[in-house]
């Protein structure tokens, strides 16, 4: 996630948004989709930051959509005020199986860099552009606002303080 430098100790996210293109085949269509955010971590098999563990998730949410189009679809995430020293991956879970109706055309850029798409079948993380040669990355964006405080305060008496170091 870039574009977040004007923070300067920590940022919430809000919503996290993919854009869809639904044909006429695909509608009317009605799926459940939920949204994470997750850690980076570094993977030495491809050379690159993969998603790691989650640190904060929507609900499921239910969308209908009733006539073709691109479609901005915007989930609400849970998430505290997190700390602008580490990088975060944005994922999205459809939680419907679209062998019914067609599915939605993944809107992606005309920008194949790699290191950046990924899905997990189960199997582990593939790189979507890498491994499976799509044109560009996928269209994952989130809605960030500045926060401080990203570390929790504890609240301990002077008592408690001191038991811990005996």
Same mark, same amino acid.
């Given at each position: 996630?870039?574009?977040?430098?004007?923070?300067?100790?920590?940022?919430?996210?809000?919503?996290?948004?993919?854009?869809?293109?639904?044909?006429?085949?695909?509608?009317?269509?009605?799926?459940?989709?939920?949204?994470?955010?997750?850690?980076?971590?570094?993977? &030495?098999?491809?050379?690159?930051?993969? *998603?790691?563990?989650? /640190?904060? %998730? =929507?609900?499921?949410?239910?969308?209908?959509? !009733?006539?073709?189009?691109?479609?901005?679809?915007?989930?609400?995430?849970?998430?505290?005020?997190?700390?602008?020293?580490?990088?975060?991956?944005?994922?999205?879970?459809?939680?419907? &199986?679209?062998?019914?109706?067609?599915? *939605?055309?993944?809107? /992606?850029? %005309? =920008?194949?860099?790699?290191?950046?798409?990924? !899905?997990?079948?189960?199997?582990?993380?593939?790189?979507?552009?890498?491994?499976?040669?799509?044109?560009?990355?996928?269209?994952?964006?989130?809605?960030?606002?500045?926060?401080?405080?990203?570390?929790?305060?504890?609240?301990?008496?002077?008592?408690? /303080?001191?038991?811990?170091?005996?």
């Amino acid at each position: 996630m870039t574009g977040c430098s004007s923070c300067a100790e920590g940022l919430l996210i809000s919503e996290v948004h993919i854009l869809l293109s639904f044909g006429p085949e695909d509608v009317p269509v009605t799926f459940e989709i939920s949204a994470d955010v997750e850690e980076i971590i570094w993977d &030495d098999a491809s050379q690159c930051n993969i *998603p790691g563990g989650q /640190i904060c %998730a =929507s609900d499921i949410t239910t969308i209908t959509i !009733n006539s073709e189009g691109l479609y901005d679809i915007s989930i609400p995430v849970n998430c505290d005020c997190l700390p602008m020293i580490s990088s975060y991956a944005l994922g999205l879970f459809f939680h419907t &199986d679209f062998t019914s109706t067609g599915f *939605p055309n993944l809107v /992606i850029d %005309a =920008s194949p860099v790699g290191c950046t798409s990924w !899905n997990d079948w189960g199997d582990g993380w593939n790189d979507l552009v890498t491994n499976f040669g799509f044109p560009g990355e996928l269209s994952i964006f989130a809605d960030v606002d500045c926060c401080e405080d990203p570390v929790a305060n504890e609240s301990h008496s002077w008592d408690e /303080i001191k038991s811990m170091f005996r």
